[in-house]
Nanobody, 126 residues
């Protein structure tokens, strides 16, 4: 059973930073994409970032490029999202997700083998 456990969310002022963590276990894909999408109340799901296990390639939404950085620690089976220069519009529930490729993690929807965690709230005050 795939398990994705997010942590690191919270309340921060605009311009501040947070680092989200996602501890992953239970998936057996040879190649996979693991990353983050977010959803704010009344808004569409937005793919934020993803990293490919196949070649380490990273993907970012235009709205977060230059501010967010995704990384992975394979020894710990953990993926991180470093979020800097946070803006009020970054406020959302952030979900960690994994699938056979980053395309479905970022663009959605996840495929039949995809999974996501319970989410962690990020709130950025102005």
């Amino acid at each position: 059973e795939v398990q994705l456990v997010e942590s690191g969310g919270g309340l921060v002022q605009a311009g501040g930073s947070l680092r989200l963590s996602c501890a992953a276990s239970g998936f057996t894909f040879d190649d996979y994409g693991i990353g983050w999408f977010r959803q704010a109340p009344g808004k569409e799901r937005e793919g934020v970032s993803c990293i490919s296990s196949k070649d380490g390639r990273t993907y970012y939404a235009d709205s977060v490029k230059g501010r967010f950085t995704i990384s992975s620690d394979n020894a710990k089976n953990t993926v991180y999202l470093q979020m800097n220069s946070l803006k009020p519009e970054d406020t959302a529930v952030y979900y960690c997700a994994v699938d056979t490729e980053c395309a479905t993690v970022v663009v959605g929807p996840l495929g039949p083998f995809g999974s996501w965690g319970q989410g962690t709230q990020v709130t950025v005050s102005s």
